[in-house]
């Protein structure tokens, strides 16, 4: 059975920095792409960043691209979000997800992590 | 760059009712399209891919139809599980979410 669970989430303030993590199993953790998606209070859903298989690909949302870094420990089946210089609109859920490179989709997700920045 | 829009933004109905939810893109994306359903408080599951084919586990009362720019997701008779969120999602470069179309009784 496929499971994913998202760890490191809490109350943080306003430039300050965060790492969430995201434990596998269930899967060949390393011959699949992972994903980080947010959902701010009451909204709806935002993709955060991807990383690629081996880690050789790294993409990024507009709102993150330089302050967050995704990374893969292939050896503990885990995921990674490193979020630096965290802004009150960071405030969300942040889910990790399976990514099937095949369809373009995410077809496992873990149940979230909640990252309130706040002064 | 992909956007995508959903309508209508919410939706009225029953248990047993049949429910159409649109997606539409500002541009041709062909058939890369997935649907999603977020019950409160869970994450989201995967229902359809590539517009029209169900993913794994998905009921089969979910279908998808549609390419280009209008996509649809119909739910052939509402079950109390599915009064939810429903959003698109599409992968170019990167990756699109819909606003989303919430199912309420």
């Known amino acids: 059975q496929i499971h994913l669970l998202e760890s490191g989430g809490g109350v943080v303030q306003p430039g300050k920095s965060l790492t969430l993590s995201c434990a596998t199993s269930g899967f060949v953790f390393r011959t699949f792409g992972m994903h980080w998606v947010r959902q701010a209070p009451g909204q709806g859903l935002e993709w955060v960043a991807a990383?690629?298989?081996?880690?050789?690909?790294?993409y990024y949302s507009g709102s993150v691209e330089g302050r967050f870094t995704i990374s893969r420990d292939d050896s503990r089946n885990t995921l990674y979000l490193q979020m630096n210089n965290l802004r009150v609109e960071d405030t969300a859920v942040y889910f990790c997800?399976?990514?099937?490179?095949?369809?373009?989709?995410?077809?496992?997700w873990g149940p979230g992590s909640r990252v309130t920045v706040s002064s | 760059e992909i956007v995508l829009t959903q309508s209508p933004a919410s939706l009225s109905l029953s248990p047993g009712d049949r429910a159409t939810l649109s997606c539409r893109a500002n541009q041709d994306i062909g058939s890369h399209l997935a649907w999603y359903r977020q019950k409160p408080g869970q994450s989201p599951t995967l229902l359809m891919y590539?517009?029209?084919h169900r993913a794994t586990g998905a009921p089969d009362r979910f279908s998808g139809s549609g390419s280009g720019t209008d996509f649809t997701l119909t739910i052939r008779s509402l079950e109390p599980e599915d009064f939810a969120v429903y959003y698109c999602?599409?992968?170019?470069?990167?990756?699109?979410f819909g606003p989303g179309t919430t199912v309420d009784v």
């Open positions: 590539d517009a029209t």
């Open positions: 997800a399976r990514g099937d490179f095949a369809i373009g989709a995410f077809d496992y």
């Open positions: 990383i690629w298989v081996d880690g050789d690909k790294k």
């Open positions: 999602q599409h992968r170019s470069t990167l990756f699109t």
